[in-house]
C-alpha cells in the first residue's frame, strides 16, 4: 500500500498565508468576468504579487486542496465561508482536471501568473492528463508554475486516506487520554495548593491543536464519551478540544489557540476549592449548593493567580474561570453590578462550549442527561441572552446534525458511528458500520457515506446507544 502522505500540520498557517489563499481566489474570480488588462485585474494581481512575497521563508510557494481544507506550504489555512465557497468551486474544477494544487517558482512574475489564470480559469483546459496540461503550460510560456497531480497533492486514494485515518485516530487517542492525564496532575496540585507546572499543559494543548487542525473530528469523537469514571477531568478535556475546534474554524493563528486551549483546561479550576461531595453529588442541587458552587469562578481566578507563573496565558485562563458563567446579558455569574462590560472572546467560547459538555453528560447541575441535537436546539433558544449568535452558530456548525461520537441507523438497517462531519453535506458523514441485523459485527466497516458507492445508505436518524444497551466507548476505543 502507498505510504500515507503525510503533510505537517505542526504549525497553521497564518495570517499571511490567508491573505495569499484568498487573494488567490479572487484572482481566480476575477479574471473570468474581465478582461486582464482591466485595471481592477491589476490591482488584485499586484496585492497577489505582493501576499507572496509576505509568506513566511519565501521562496517556492505550494497551494494546494486536500480533502475540503487547504494549504500553503503545506501549512493548514482557515478562510472565512465566503473565501472558502469561492475556493471550493475552483477546486472541483482543478480535481475534473487531475490537478491538486500549484507550486509557483520563487522566479514567477505578475504577467505569468496572469496567463495562468487565463489558461486554466478562462480557457478551461480540458485535458484530464497532467502530463498534457503541463505541456501546454510550458506552450503558453508559463516555467515558473507547476501544477500537482491529485497524488502528488496527497488527494487521491481514499484507501491511503483511510489508512491514514485509522492511524491517526490511535493517534489522537493517545493524545485525549494524555490531555486528561494532565488535568488530573492539574487538579491534584491545585487542591494541595502547589506551583503548577503550565510547560507540560501548553505541550498538550500544542498537540490538541496540531490534531484539530489535521483533522476536526478525531477529537469530537472522543470528547462525545460522557461516561468515565472521574467525569470531571474529562469535562475540562472537553471543553478544551470543543474550545479550540471552534477557534481552529474562527481562523485564530497559533499563540492565540494555545490561550484559548490552556484556558479552557482551566476554567473549572475553581470547583477543586470546593467540598468534593458536592461536585460528586448525584442528586440536583439546592439553594445552598448553588451558592456553594456559584463560588467557582471566583476561586478559580484565585488559584491561578497564586499557583502559576504570572504570563499571557495565565492572565487569559482568569479572565475565562471568571467569565465564562457571566452570560451575555449579565444573568448569570458571578453578579457584576458596576463596569459590565462585554466578556472576552474566549470567555464566550468557553462559556458556549462548557454549557454543551454539561448538558450532553449530565452529571453536571443538571442531572439528566440530553442528547446533542436536544442541547444544540435548548442552547439556540437562549441564544439571544445567554450567548454570541454567532458563536453558537459556528459550535452548530461543528457539532453538525449528526455529531462525531454519536450512533446512526441507516436505511440499511445498519447501526454506524459517526466519525467525520462533512462539511458540506451534514447527512452525509464518514461512519464506522458497528452493526446490521445479525447483529455487532467482529471487522466494522469504515464508509464514506458522500462516497458514489453508498449513495443509497442514507441516515435515519440518532439512536440513544443506552436504550439498545449499548456503549459507545466500546465502538470509539476500539480498533
Ligand atoms: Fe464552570
Ligand atoms: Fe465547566
Redesign the pocket.
Known amino acids: 500500500m502507498t505510504e500515507p502522505v503525510n503533510y505537517d500540520v505542526s504549525i497553521l498557517g497564518g495570517q499571511a498565508e490567508q491573505r495569499l489563499l484568498s487573494s488567490f481566489f479572487v484572482l481566480y474570480k476575477t479574471c473570468r468576468i474581465i478582461d486582464l488588462s482591466n485595471a481592477t485585474f491589476r490591482r488584485q494581481l499586484t496585492t497577489f504579487m505582493d501576499h507572496l512575497a509576505a509568506v513566511p521563508n519565501y521562496g517556492d510557494i505550494t497551494i494546494k486542496a486536500v480533502h475540503d481544507r487547504y494549504f500553503v506550504n503545506e501549512r493548514l489555512v482557515r478562510f472565512d465561508d465566503h473565501g472558502q465557497s469561492g475556493a471550493s468551486g475552483v477546486v472541483a474544477e482543478w480535481r475534473r482536471l487531475g490537478v491538486g494544487g500549484v507550486t509557483l517558482d520563487i522566479r514567477v512574475s505578475p504577467d505569468e501568473v496572469a496567463s495562468f489564470l487565463q489558461f486554466m480559469a478562462t480557457e478551461k483546459p480540458s485535458s484530464v492528463n497532467i502530463e498534457t496540461l503541463s505541456a501546454q503550460l510550458t506552450a503558453h510560456g508559463i516555467p515558473y508554475i507547476k501544477l500537482l497531480s491529485m497524488k502528488e497533492a496527497g488527494a487521491e486514494d481514499p484507501t491511503v486516506s483511510e489508512e491514514a485515518r485509522r492511524r491517526f485516530r490511535l493517534m489522537a487517542r493517545k493524545t485525549f487520554v494524555r490531555a486528561i492525564s494532565v488535568v488530573q496532575d492539574i487538579v491534584a496540585s491545585a487542591t494541595n495548593d502547589k506551583e503548577l507546572n503550565t510547560a507540560r499543559t501548553k505541550r498538550v494543548v500544542h498537540t490538541l491543536i496540531d490534531h484539530i487542525a489535521q483533522d476536526e473530528s478525531s477529537l469530537l469523537e472522543l470528547a462525545a464519551i460522557k461516561d468515565y469514571d472521574d467525569y470531571t477531568y474529562a469535562h475540562s478535556t472537553n471543553v478544551c478540544v470543543y474550545a479550540l475546534t471552534m477557534g481552529v474554524r474562527l481562523g485564530l493563528d497559533r499563540p492565540r489557540l494555545s490561550q484559548l486551549g490552556f484556558g479552557a483546561l482551566f476554567?473549572?479550576i475553581?470547583?477543586v476549592k470546593l467540598p468534593a461531595d458536592l461536585i460528586r453529588k448525584p442528586d440536583a442541587f439546592d439553594e445552598n449548593d448553588w451558592i456553594q458552587m456559584q463560588r467557582?469562578?471566583m476561586l478559580?481566578v484565585k488559584t491561578i493567580l497564586y499557583n502559576l507563573k504570572f504570563d499571557p496565558h495565565t492572565a487569559r485562563a482568569a479572565r475565562g474561570?471568571f467569565e465564562?458563567?457571566i452570560n451575555r446579558d449579565f444573568t448569570g455569574y458571578p453578579v457584576l453590578r458596576h463596569q459590565r462590560r462585554p466578556t472576552n472572546l474566549f470567555s464566550q467560547i468557553i462559556a458556549i462550549v462548557?454549557t454543551f459538555d454539561?448538558l450532553t453528560s449530565g452529571r453536571?447541575y443538571i442531572k439528566k442527561q440530553m442528547t446533542p441535537d436536544e442541547v444544540i436546539r435548548k442552547m439556540r433558544y437562549q441564544m439571544t441572552v445567554k450567548f454570541d449568535p454567532f458563536l453558537l452558530k459556528i459550535f452548530n456548525d461543528v457539532i453538525g446534525v449528526y455529531p462525531a461520537g454519536s450512533l446512526v441507523l441507516l436505511t440499511t438497517d445498519e447501526i454506524a458511528l459517526v466519525l467525520t462531519n462533512n462539511e458540506h453535506d451534514f447527512a452525509r458523514p464518514y461512519v464506522k458500520i458497528v452493526g446490521n441485523r445479525s447483529g455487532l459485527l467482529t471487522d466494522p466497516l469504515w464508509v464514506d457515506l458522500a462516497g458514489a458507492d453508498n449513495l443509497e445508505r442514507r441516515i435515519v436518524r440518532l439512536i440513544d446507544p443506552s436504550r439498545y444497551g449499548l456503549d459507545i466507548k466500546d465502538f470509539i476505543l476500539t480498533d
Do not use: L
Open positions: 476554567h473549572d475553581g470547583k467557582h469562578p478559580g474561570a465564562h458563567h462548557d454539561a453536571v
